[in-house]
């Protein structure tokens, strides 16, 4: 089934809004940020557009499952790929795990918490302090029946995502105009003020906030399965941006100017708020929108999470079992059933705070090294992915939506189609000495299809398999072909951007954990400042000089490299400001699938 722009909004707007509304903003308000999370929201809002328009331009290049995982594969090689891609699981994972223990809480309001109090005196098990003190089996239920409804296949997950989220969407509205009818100014004035936690409190909140936004990234993942996705991937994720930019910062504004954020409670944060405030119905009508919102981003989260294995699975850099389809069903089962018990369990006996801190680390790092990967991709001598085919821009372009192993399309063989739509003889991508592609089962030419209405033009793929899923160079251009950037030039753009990356680092923890030191004059804070600042300008303007690839692409980020270094330093700023905890515990993770991919 061929998804288009609105399956992919309800998608990217089901996946973000439900976690960002009714799960991030309550926490990042009461223990982050308090009133200041709107500028959190404002920052976070800012970081993810600048990423968006790398995603944009590497989802217009390499159109294929995996969204950041495959880009990196294609652009930085295996290691990168692996941190990427089980970072990626790890996110998505504790994303249900979250939104799953939300949505018991939510159902608890309709039960006067008896639902807790009863787990609580009769399953009570630990008082660790990451674990929960009794299993949650609401949540856990709720996760596999979602699991099954993602297992039943896209036409009732899509059915599903687009009522629910269409309704959650009109409460969430609700909320703000609500909100708006009862602003007191002393909640964003009163002591400790504005800014109770700081500057860092700020930061720290939209790192965990950024997750919300990045729900493009499930946009992207759903590449190979839209319609003409050169166009409709970016307009989906600057569409979808935009909206949830717009909800995320008036549901803020409207709960934080109406109700003391001091005073807001661990579980239903924002129903109860209402509640207290003494805005009569507002609990059970809010807690409806969040059931509603969490259900959606419950199916959009388990939709997008088996792709990502899938993807990895089929490079074998995880077991094999993962990248294999059912016969009958045609979907990856393994990839479905499993992660969604392992998400299950988590979000039954882990603490809501424990799965909220680490959610955030996955995320960025994909983010981070997708715009990573946008400057080597243009400053490099050889070119990598799709490529726009003419130069009028209403004449049509070439998608292969199915990735042809082999040989990649170069200038030299990339067929254009003739006034009658048909393929010619010569039009078909050949093998330099054959003039066929290999197959390690058969050898056969490729075929050219025209899909009805369809600007592009999509090619039938023969897959070969690769040792150990080593699958970077098959997207490559051959390296004969000259373009403006030299090996030269290449390393030198190289060297800059990594001491880019490693005065970005100096700079964020020098303002996060030395800013106390630069407030009160000490001499070596301010010279680390100015130097790691004269080092980043001077790093950007010499990767700014350097010749760019002049290849013509459907889709390109604007004002390179100002773009992708700007949202490289705020990235990096967020992931300064997680806790050490978060750190270790997403180390050990990373460790964990390493050990298991031996």
């Not at 821009?393 to 254009?416: I, L």
Request: proline share 4%; aromatic share 12%; with cysteine.
């Amino acid at each position: 089934m061929e998804k288009t722009i609105v399956t992919l909004l309800t998608y990217r707007i089901g996946n973000s809004l439900g976690i960002g509304v009714y799960v991030i903003i309550g926490h990042i308000v009461k223990y982050d940020a308090g009133p200041s999370a709107v500028l959190s929201i404002l920052f976070a809002g800012v970081a993810a557009f600048l990423a968006g328009l790398c995603y944009a331009e590497c989802s217009a290049r390499i159109p294929r499952t995996g969204s950041s995982y495959i880009y990196t594969y294609a652009t930085l090689g295996e290691l990168c790929a692996f941190v990427v891609g089980w970072g990626m699981i790890l996110e998505n994972m504790l994303g249900v795990a979250a939104t799953a223990k939300a949505w018991s809480q939510y159902i608890d309001v309709f039960f006067n918490g008896s639902i807790h109090r009863y787990l609580d005196d009769n399953l009570r098990w630990t008082s660790a302090p990451i674990l929960s003190e009794s299993p949650d089996l609401v949540a856990f239920g709720i996760v596999l029946l979602c699991t099954m409804v993602v297992f039943l296949g896209i036409k009732v997950s899509a059915v599903l995502s687009v009522t629910l989220s269409i309704f959650s969407g009109l409460i969430m509205i609700c909320i703000i105009c609500v909100g708006f009818f009862h602003v007191k100014h002393e909640n964003w004035i009163e002591p400790p003020g504005f800014f109770p936690h700081g500057f860092t409190g700020v930061l720290s909140a939209s790192a965990t906030l950024y997750y919300g936004f990045i729900g493009f990234d499930s946009v992207a993942l759903l590449s190979e399965e839209t319609k003409e996705p050169i166009k409709t991937i970016p307009t989906a994720i600057f569409v979808s941006l935009i909206i949830c930019f717009l909800l995320y910062f008036g549901v803020t504004s409207a709960v934080t100017l109406a109700c003391s954020w001091n005073k807001f409670s661990d579980d239903a944060t924002i129903s109860k708020a209402y509640d207290v405030r003494g805005i009569h119905g507002a609990l059970q009508v809010i807690s409806v929108g969040g059931l509603l919102a969490l259900t959606a981003a419950l199916i959009a989260l388990l939709f997008a999470l088996p792709r990502t294995i899938y993807a990895m699975g089929k490079d074998r850099l995880i077991f094999k079992c993962f990248g294999t389809t059912n016969y009958c069903t045609n979907v990856s089962v393994t990839s479905i059933v499993l992660p969604g018990i392992i998400s299950a369990i988590l979000s039954s006996i882990f603490k809501f705070n424990i799965l909220i801190d680490v959610l955030s680390i996955g995320t960025l790092m994909a983010s981070t090294t997708v715009v990573i990967c946008v400057v080597c991709l243009r400053y490099q001598p050889v070119h990598i992915g799709l490529y726009q085919e003419y130069e009028d821009p209403d004449d049509k372009f070439v998608q292969c939506t199915e990735f042809v192993y082999a040989n990649f399309m170069t200038p030299q063989n990339t067929s254009r189609v003739n006034s009658e739509n048909q393929c010619k003889k010569s039009d078909v991508m050949k093998h330099p000495s054959t003039g066929y592609c290999n197959n390690s089962l058969e050898t056969r030419p490729l075929k050219c299809q025209i899909p009805r209405g369809s600007t592009y033009q999509k090619m039938d793929s023969v897959i070969s398999s690769t040792s150990a899923g080593s699958i970077s160079s098959l997207f490559q251009l051959p390296p004969e072909i000259v373009y403006e950037p030299s090996q030269t030039s290449w390393l030198t753009t190289s060297v800059a951007l990594v001491t880019y990356l490693m005065s970005s680092v100096l700079l964020s923890l020098l303002t996060i954990f030395g800013g106390c030191y630069i407030i009160e004059g000490a001499w070596w804070a301010i010279f680390l400042l100015v130097l790691s600042v004269i080092i980043l300008t001077s790093t950007m303007i010499i990767i700014f000089k350097q010749p760019q690839n002049q290849t013509k692409l459907l889709f390109g980020t604007p004002y390179l490299p100002f773009v992708p270094l700007l949202a490289l330093l705020m990235n990096i700023f967020m992931l300064s400001s997680l806790s050490s905890e978060a750190w270790i515990r997403f180390s050990i993770w990373i460790f964990l699938g390493n050990f298991l991919n031996l």
